[in-house]
């Protein structure tokens, strides 16, 4: 089970930049192709290649005409040649002249069709070396030196930007692989449990196979004296039935487990940028108001990694007896701190301020109901927090804070 949504996207990243290595590599090495020679210098070639098929197809037709007529010696030769079919023919000395020419000049037709094919070897090679480099001549008159290097330059800027990307996720990856680590230990270690437990239900098994299939009360001893030495209770369905029953408590953990990776994984794997915190939801423990005693102690820890901005309700003046500033001053920056208008609530401005960025997540228990059609609220980036026994809580940024 693939829980890190960062395995995934590492691999996609890592191909794009193979493709952007390998498109890189051709865009160098067809500029270093052009800067190679100039267009005369090509021309010059082609006007060599041209004279170099020239000679060898004269060397090819000369060779061609030597085979021809070796062949056509032999063929007129052959004429006066008697069939070996009769006896007399055999010791005849005109017959047996005729035959001996035939055999030399067979060889020397033979030397000279091999002497051809090379030739026209050479000759075929001389042409395709001619058609490619007027080929070659045409892309270079056709090839766009500035255009090319533009893209060079691109590719190299994207290929870097794509390798800080890798070691960007590289890193987001290995985060999300830490948090999940516990929690794939557990499963690790009951799956390693219920394998054993499997063993043990197979071995009991078996002795109750064996009980069943005895013939006599000896067997039967034997067999429930086995299960006792094995596993401290000579009836293996007993076994067999607490077994299964662990098994059962084990795979509901393995699924209570299963659903905590899946969650931490998503919560680990979350990009966030900037928060919003819902001010006056922490000044209070249940219905004891607190003043700001709570943000003193959790903004600072906030602004080191994030942007933070805490947006009060109206009715924070009268509660803390403070003007805006005064809160302002206690909060202090780099946190910014609004407090919206009289006669107007907060949570509006807080699930706006969110909306736009989804990298922007709320730090409140408000469940914001009355605006669910809202983007923060519809894709779930509220994040809640518990404040008990002089700490501030937040699980989903792993902050644990003492207030007083």
């Not at 009980?211 to 006792?228: G, I, K, P, V, W």
């Amino acid at each position: 089970m693939n829980l890190n949504p960062f395995d995934a996207k590492l691999e996609s990243a890592r191909r794009r930049t193979s493709e952007l290595e390998d498109k890189l590599k051709k865009l160098r090495q067809d500029l270093a192709w052009y800067e190679s020679n100039t267009i005369d210098e090509h021309h010059a070639k082609l006007e060599y290649l041209r004279t170099e098929a020239k000679d060898r197809a004269r060397e090819c037709g000369q060779y061609k005409i030597k085979a021809d007529t070796l062949g056509d010696k032999i063929a007129e030769l052959s004429k006066s040649i008697n069939s070996l079919w009769n006896p007399k023919n055999w010791f005849d000395s005109k017959q047996r002249d005729l035959r001996g020419r035939a055999s030399e000049l067979k060889q020397s037709h033979d030397r000279a069709k091999e002497e051809y094919a090379k030739a026209r070897d050479r000759m075929q090679n001389a042409e395709l070396q001619k058609r490619e480099k007027f080929d070659e001549i045409s892309r270079y008159e056709k090839f766009d030196f500035d255009k090319t290097n533009e893209d060079r330059t691109e590719v190299a800027k994207r290929l870097s930007q794509q390798k800080k990307q890798i070691d960007q996720l590289a890193e987001r990856k290995k985060q999300v692989d830490v948090a999940l680590e516990p929690v794939l230990k557990q499963i690790r270690s009951i799956e390693h449990k219920k394998s054993e437990i499997n063993d043990a239900i197979r071995r009991a098994r078996k002795i109750d196979g064996e009980l069943t299939d005895a013939d006599n009360s000896f067997e039967r001893a034997m067999a429930h004296q086995a299960c006792e030495e094995q596993f401290g209770t000579g009836s293996p369905r007993k076994v067999i039935s607490k077994k299964e029953s662990e098994l059962r408590r084990f795979d509901r953990d393995i699924e209570k487990l299963n659903k905590r990776s899946r969650s931490t994984a998503e919560k680990a794997a979350r990009e966030v940028r900037a928060l919003i915190i819902d001010g006056n939801n922490l000044c209070y423990e249940g219905s004891t108001f607190l003043g700001l005693d709570v943000l003193q102690a959790l903004v600072p820890l906030l602004t080191d990694s994030y942007d933070v901005t805490v947006v009060f309700d109206a009715s924070i003046r009268r509660a803390l007896n403070s003007g805006d500033s005064d809160v302002r001053d206690v909060i202090g920056p780099p946190a910014k701190v609004h407090v919206v208008a009289t006669s107007r609530k907060a949570d509006e401005t807080v699930i706006d301020l969110a909306t736009a960025d989804k990298t922007t997540f709320i730090i409140s228990n408000d469940r914001f109901a009355e605006f669910g059609e809202k983007p923060a609220v519809e894709q779930q980036r509220v994040i809640r927090h518990e404040i008990v026994s002089g700490q501030v809580i937040i699980h989903d940024l792993g902050i644990s804070e003492a207030y007083r």
